[in-house]
C-alpha cells in the first residue's frame, strides 16, 4: 500500500532556531517527492520538488533531502521566522498512471515562538 | 501565488441543504481535483478531471458531485447537506505535474 507517513506530528520551537522534519515513503514506483507549506485555513502551497537523481534541493531558509534508496526525506528550516509556523506536508508523486497520483502525509504542525 | 480560486471560503450551512462550492482558475490548466482535508489529517482526492467533460471519482468515497463544462471552471455540488460533510475542501490544478492549490473552502453542516 502506498503510504506516507511524516515525523513529528508537532513541533514546537523558539525563534531563530533550526529544525529538522522527517518523512518516510513507500510509494512506488516513484516519481517525485515534494514539501509543501500550508497554512491555517489556506491551501498548500509548494516549496520544493525532487526527483529521483537529485538528494537536496533548496529553496531560501528551506533544505531539503532525498535518498530514494531508504525512501526518506528531511525538510531542514534554517534561522526560523514566526512565519514559518504553519503545516509542512510531505507529498510523494507514483508515475504509475497518467493522473501522476499525489500521495499525502498528514503534515508536521510547526510553531514558532518569539 | 497560483491563480485558483474557491469561493465560499467558509460556509454554515443547515442539514438537507444543497451547496455547490465554486472553484476557478485562469491558468489554462486542463487537470483540476478537489480534495477533502480533515484537521491534522492528510488530503484526499475525492474527484478529478482531465478536460472538458471528463471526470472521475477519487480515492476517498464522496457523495458529492462535479461537473466541468469550462476548463477554468470545476463546481461541486452537495445535493443534501449532512455533518458528515463537515471538512474543509481545496481545489487544484496542474500542468506538468505541479499542483496549484487554492485557498480552500471550510465547510459546517449543522
Known amino acids: 500500500k502506498n503510504q506516507v507517513e511524516q515525523s513529528p506530528q508537532s513541533l514546537i520551537i523558539l525563534e531563530g532556531k533550526n529544525c529538522t522534519l522527517q518523512c518516510n515513503y513507500t510509494v512506488s514506483p516513484f516519481s517525485n517527492l515534494r514539501w509543501y507549506k500550508q497554512d491555517t485555513g489556506r491551501g498548500p502551497v509548494s516549496l520544493t520538488i525532487m526527483t529521483f537523481s537529485e538528494n537536496t534541493k533548496s529553496n531560501g531558509r528551506y533544505t531539503a533531502t532525498l535518498d530514494a534508496d531508504t525512501k526518506q526525506s528531511s525538510l531542514h528550516i534554517t534561522a526560523s521566522q514566526l512565519s514559518d509556523s504553519a503545516s509542512y506536508i510531505c507529498?510523494?508523486?507514483?508515475?504509475?498512471?497518467?493522473?501522476?497520483?499525489?500521495?499525502f502525509g498528514r503534515g508536521t504542525q510547526l510553531t514558532v515562538w518569539p | 501565488e497560483a491563480d485558483i480560486y474557491q469561493t465560499p471560503r467558509y460556509l454554515v450551512i443547515g442539514t438537507g441543504k444543497k451547496i455547490t462550492l465554486e472553484c476557478s482558475q485562469t491558468?489554462?490548466?486542463?487537470?483540476m481535483y478537489w480534495y477533502q482535508q480533515d484537521p491534522g489529517m492528510e488530503l484526499h482526492l475525492i474527484h478529478y478531471?482531465?478536460?472538458?467533460?471528463?471526470?472521475e471519482k477519487g480515492d476517498l468515497s464522496s457523495e458529492s458531485t462535479v461537473s466541468r463544462i469550462r476548463t477554468e471552471h470545476f463546481p461541486l455540488t452537495l445535493e443534501s447537506a449532512r455533518p458528515s460533510h463537515t471538512s474543509q475542501y481545496l481545489c487544484?490544478?496542474?500542468?506538468?505535474?505541479?499542483?496549484?492549490f487554492g485557498p480552500g473552502t471550510r465547510l459546517t453542516v449543522t
Open positions: 478531471s482531465y478536460g472538458v467533460n471528463s471526470t
Open positions: 507529498v510523494v508523486s507514483d508515475r504509475g498512471s497518467t493522473l501522476g497520483r499525489l500521495y
Open positions: 487544484a490544478s496542474s500542468e506538468s505535474g505541479e499542483q496549484y
Open positions: 491558468m489554462g490548466h486542463d487537470k
